[in-house]
């Protein structure tokens, strides 16, 4: 959650905007404004460059770089805003005109700081718990990508043989692969099926026992 106070040197007037980041989607409320009051621009920006603009009365410094920071899998960063506009009854906030939807350009900017790292966790396997000796077993693996990198050229093997190709694995994103392994041993003998997922020197590993029929 963070607080965005925004204020007009035309009118003195100042609204006070609260914003919430889930995912990749900035949520700002921007309030009601009063009857004698409009916003010709809206620029957003973190952390926001000097800005002098003697057209609509505002001259404010920039923040330090460091005071914001933000994540991205791979260059360039891309954003873009979209505002929903309407008249609204002041101080209540009901409709009183349909909303119009108004879409920004998009920005494209290089991401520039500390490089990002792949992490592989949260494996699953899904597959049959006993499967006759000498038979290949059908197996389901799910790979997740813990990082902050793309995980690339993710490959899923076996320690009873088999793999699969994951392809690429966005941050946050999880991918599943079928993996056909055979099962060797004695009747009746439970063995531990390993499965490994692998990208360049990130790797992570989970175990399925399976019944020997």
């Given at each position: 959650?963070?607080?965005?106070?925004?204020?007009?040197?035309?009118?003195?007037?100042?609204?006070?905007?609260?914003?919430?980041?889930?995912?990749?989607?900035?949520d700002?409320?921007?309030?009601?404004?009063?009857?004698?009051?409009?916003?010709?621009?809206f620029?957003?920006?973190?952390?926001?460059?000097?800005?002098?603009?003697?057209?609509i009365?505002?001259?404010?410094?920039?923040?330090?770089p460091?005071?914001v920071?933000?994540?991205?899998?791979s260059?360039?960063?891309?954003t873009?805003?979209?505002?929903?506009?309407?008249?609204?009854t002041?101080?209540?906030?009901?409709?009183?005109?349909?909303?119009?939807?108004?879409?920004?350009?998009?920005?494209?900017?290089?991401?520039?700081?500390?490089?990002g790292?792949?992490?592989?966790?949260?494996?699953?396997?899904?597959?049959?718990?006993?499967?006759?000796?000498?038979?290949?077993?059908?197996?389901?693996?799910?790979?997740?990508?813990?990082?902050?990198?793309?995980?690339k050229?993710?490959?899923?093997?076996?320690?009873?043989?088999?793999?699969?190709?994951?392809?690429?694995?966005?941050?946050?994103?999880?991918?599943?692969?079928?993996?056909?392994?055979?099962?060797?041993?004695?009747k009746?003998?439970?063995?531990?099926?390993?499965?490994?997922?692998?990208?360049?020197?990130?790797?992570?590993?989970?175990?399925?026992?399976?019944?020997?029929?």
């Open positions: 959650m963070m607080k965005i106070y925004g204020y007009s040197k035309t009118t003195n007037v100042g609204i006070l905007m609260n914003g919430t980041l889930k995912g990749e989607v900035l700002i409320a921007v309030p009601v404004l009063s009857n004698d009051s409009a916003v010709k621009y620029e957003l920006s973190f952390p926001g460059p000097d800005l002098n603009r003697p057209d009365n505002v001259q404010t410094r920039g923040l330090d460091n005071y920071q933000a994540m991205c899998s260059s360039p960063l891309k873009n805003a979209v505002f929903e506009l309407g008249e609204r002041y101080p209540g906030g009901q409709p009183t005109t349909p909303t119009t939807t108004v879409t920004s350009p998009e920005t494209t900017q290089p991401c520039t700081g500390n490089a790292k792949a992490k592989l966790g949260g494996m699953k396997v899904n597959g049959p718990s006993a499967v006759k000796n000498g038979r290949k077993g059908a197996f389901k693996v799910t790979v997740k990508n813990n990082g902050t990198a793309t995980a050229s993710v490959v899923v093997t076996s320690n009873r043989g088999g793999k699969a190709n994951a392809g690429n694995i966005a941050p946050g994103k999880s991918k599943t692969v079928t993996v056909k392994s055979t099962i060797r041993g004695k009746g003998a439970k063995v531990a099926v390993k499965f490994t997922a692998k990208s360049g020197n990130v790797k992570s590993s989970v175990t399925k026992k399976v019944r020997v029929k």
